[in-house]
Structures are given as C-alpha cells and as structure tokens.
C-alpha cells in the first residue's frame, strides 16, 4: 500500500468518526483535503454525498455522489445514497431506479431494501413495498428504521394490528423514540375513529 493510500484511508476514518459524531461539516472539509490529493476519490466523494444529505442539502448531495457514479457506476453506495436522496424529495420512481441498481450489485441488504420498499410503496406498488420491507425485516429484525417505515406504511393500509405490533416493538427496542410514541397514538387514534365509521355505516 503506498503511503498516499495509506493516508487516505485514515483520512476518510477520520471523516467518518466525525460523521458518526454529527460533526457533518467537518467530515465534508476532511473529505475535500483528499480531493485535493486524490481528485478520483471513490470515497471521498460518498462520504461528502452522504453528510450532506445529513445536512439535508440535497443538491450539493446529488452533485457529490453523481461525481461518484462517473468514477464507478458499480458502487453500492453511491446508487444506494443517491436513491435516498430522490427518496427524501419524492422523486420516487428515480429513487427506485438507482436502489434497483444498489440492490443488483449487493443483494440481500436490509438497507437497501428498506429505502427501496419505502420508494415502491410510495409511488403507488402498495403491495410490492410491503412486501419488499417484510424481506428487510426478515433480513434486519430489530431495526427499528425498518420496523418504524414498515409501521407506518401498515398504518397507511389500515392495518391496524400489524401497525401497532411493529411500533411497540420499536419502543422496546428504543424506549425514548418519541417518533414511535406518536406513530403509536396515532395508531390508536385512526383504529378506534375506524371502528366508529364502521359501527355507524354498518
């Protein structure tokens, strides 16, 4: 290994501690020094993509991982990062397009599935969504962003039981997730206005 790569490599370390640690900006001019080195940074260029998507600066994080995707179009996570990124501005079927491709190249990734289940689901394959954030959750059992997205898209179907089932297991998992404390209420609230509607159209 040359001492250039070596220095890389401890260079997007440190970026990614820093990533871990919220610290988003600074993993981002971390990432930067080794493009000043290495302007064909795989890496650098997902780490910037994914802290700025973080950030929820979607632009400058499509531009830092379309640069990833010139250099390899094969990467897993840049297809998969920048299918989140269309997934968080609701350009659902190019969310699918590039999580297809993530899938392709690292099937089986609980991950991937769940964005990609999430962005079917939400372009209208209802059914194929579920299904395809089941297979995450077979994959990845308590994670609880898999638990928490399937939750709510059983909420979505008016699956009540199924809904609920999955939020309680969120909140075992994490007990101070307030996201599932009013994913939960919410549950409850749509599941007994639910069972009056049926009561007074019966």
Known sequence: MSNQTSNVNLL?????KKKLSGKHSEAIKICEKILTQDLDCLEAYEEIGDNYLSLRQYEKAK?????????????????YLLGFVFSA???????????????????NHPEILRCLGWSIF???????GIFILERALNLAGNDPLIL?????CYLNEKNFERSSYLFKKVLEIEPHNEKA??????????????RKFREKNA
């Open 12 to 16: 997007i370390q440190e970026a990614d």
């Open 63 to 79: 531009k830092a991982l379309t640069r990833a995707l010139q250099i390899n179009p094969r990467s897993a996570n840049a297809n």
């Open 89 to 107: 501005i609701g350009e659902w079927q190019k969310s699918i397009d590039y999580l297809d491709r993530a899938d392709n190249v690292e099937p």
């Open 122 to 128: 939400h372009k209208g394959e209802r059914k194929r």
């Open 148 to 152: 928490s997205d399937l939750g709510v």
């Open 181 to 194: 404390k009013e994913c939960l209420n919410a549950v409850r609230f749509f599941q007994k206005e639910f």
